[in-house]
């Protein structure tokens, strides 16, 4: 099985910027892709970005030129590097992890941006 446990999240200032991270804590099965999803009150979940084993790496619309994921393979931890923020990336960011079984997700983390 795999779990993940996720850390950084908090209250940031309008351009601020944090960083999550994001670590599966089983070594012994093959990790694919791994990244992030948010979701805020009363909105869907979408995409925020998402990094593949070989690297490659993909972000959603809101994550453009602000955000950069990255990611250690043999700890199998993800990062996600946030910049710029503002108060619409308030919001639950939910770390994922795709293996050989079904997409594990992390609990959550709270990232709140004030104005």
């Known amino acids: 099985q795999v779990q993940l446990v996720e850390s950084g ?3 940031v200032q309008a351009g601020g ?5 994001c670590a599966a804590s089983s070594s ?3 990790i694919n892709a791994m990244g992030w ?3 805020a009150p009363g909105k869907q979940r979408e995409l925020v970005a998402t990094i593949r084993s070989a690297g490659r790496t993909d972000y959603g619309d809101s994550a453009k030129g602000r955000f950069s994921i990255s990611r250690r393979n043999a ?3 993800v990062y ?3 910049a710029s923020l503002k108060p619409e990336d308030t919001a639950v960011y939910y770390c994922y992890a795709d293996w050989l ?3 594990v997700w992390g609990q959550g983390t709270q990232v ?4």
């Not at 910027?17 to 991270?21: A, G």
């Not at 709140?112 to 104005?115: A, G, Y």
């Open 9 to 11: 999240g908090g209250l």
């Open 17 to 21: 910027s944090l960083r999550l991270s």
């Open 28 to 30: 012994s099965f093959s």
């Open 37 to 39: 999803y948010r979701q």
């Open 75 to 77: 700890k199998n931890t």
């Open 80 to 82: 996600l590097q946030m």
């Open 101 to 103: 079984g079904p997409r």
């Open 112 to 115: 709140t941006v004030s104005s």
